[in-house]
């Protein structure tokens, strides 16, 4: 297992995966814990997770996602929505407009290095139809869809993108 350095380091978006080899249910429940560990503003964790593991259901969350068809051939979608409603009754109008919102994202993102610690790899899209995606999901009326998470063992080798040097993006003061 790698460090946690190591894991930020070595995380890629990865769009082509061994569609024979299934997420193990142990691995996808440590993500799932690791998601749910995540901070949340008043730890209220604002937000649902929907797991997607049948393939008619991708297949759909692809075409609503900008016919991103590696959707389809993940073994596994997770989908983070925020829930304003449940962070407002707390924390008001901020809490609404900010507060779950970040909820989800922290959320998807501890789930992203989760992911990246159990050796498999992840994609995070966020180009899709929202109203789409909340049809083919059944989504609750005051959930909003905020990130894809597809999830699998990876089939490519991705490179190291391109970063930003640290000076073009820290002020010091």
Same mark, same amino acid.
């Given at each position: 297992?790698?460090?946690?350095?190591?894991?930020?380091?070595?995380?890629?978006?990865?769009?082509?995966?061994?569609?024979?080899?299934?997420?193990?249910?142990?691995?996808?429940?440590?993500?799932?814990?690791?998601?749910?560990?995540?901070?949340?503003?008043?730890?209220?964790?604002?937000?649902?997770?929907?797991?997607?593991? +049948? @393939? %008619?259901?991708?297949?759909?969350?692809?075409?609503?996602?900008?016919? $991103?068809?590696? =959707? *389809?051939?993940?073994? !596994?979608?997770?989908?983070?929505?925020?829930?304003?409603?449940?962070?407002?009754?707390?924390?008001?109008?901020?809490?609404?407009?900010?507060?779950?919102?970040?909820?989800?994202?922290?959320?998807?993102?501890?789930?992203?290095?989760?992911?990246?610690?159990?050796?498999?790899?992840?994609?995070?899209?966020?180009?899709? +139809? @929202? %109203?789409?995606?909340?049809?083919?999901?059944?989504?609750?009326?005051? $959930?909003?869809? =905020? *990130?894809?998470?597809? !999830?699998?063992?990876?089939?490519?080798?991705?490179?190291?993108?391109?970063?930003?040097?640290?000076?073009?993006?820290?002020?010091?003061?």
């Amino acid at each position: 297992m790698w460090d946690f350095f190591e894991t930020v380091r070595h995380r890629r978006s990865i769009r082509k995966y061994q569609t024979d080899t299934p997420v193990e249910a142990e691995k996808l429940n440590a993500v799932l814990e690791t998601a749910c560990a995540a901070p949340s503003a008043g730890d209220i964790q604002a937000y649902h997770i929907t797991v997607v593991h +049948n @393939e %008619q259901i991708r297949k759909k969350l692809a075409e609503a996602a900008s016919r $991103q068809q590696f =959707l *389809s051939e993940a073994p !596994v979608v997770l989908i983070f929505s925020a829930e304003p409603v449940r962070s407002a009754a707390r924390f008001g109008e901020r809490g609404a407009k900010i507060y779950a919102l970040q909820d989800a994202t922290i959320a998807a993102a501890y789930a992203q290095l989760a992911v990246a610690a159990a050796g498999m790899t992840s994609t995070w899209v966020g180009d899709f +139809n @929202e %109203q789409q995606v909340r049809e083919i999901l059944g989504l609750e009326a005051d $959930q909003i869809p =905020l *990130s894809l998470l597809s !999830v699998g063992y990876p089939a490519e080798v991705a490179e190291l993108s391109p970063r930003r040097h640290l000076d073009e993006i820290i002020s010091w003061r």
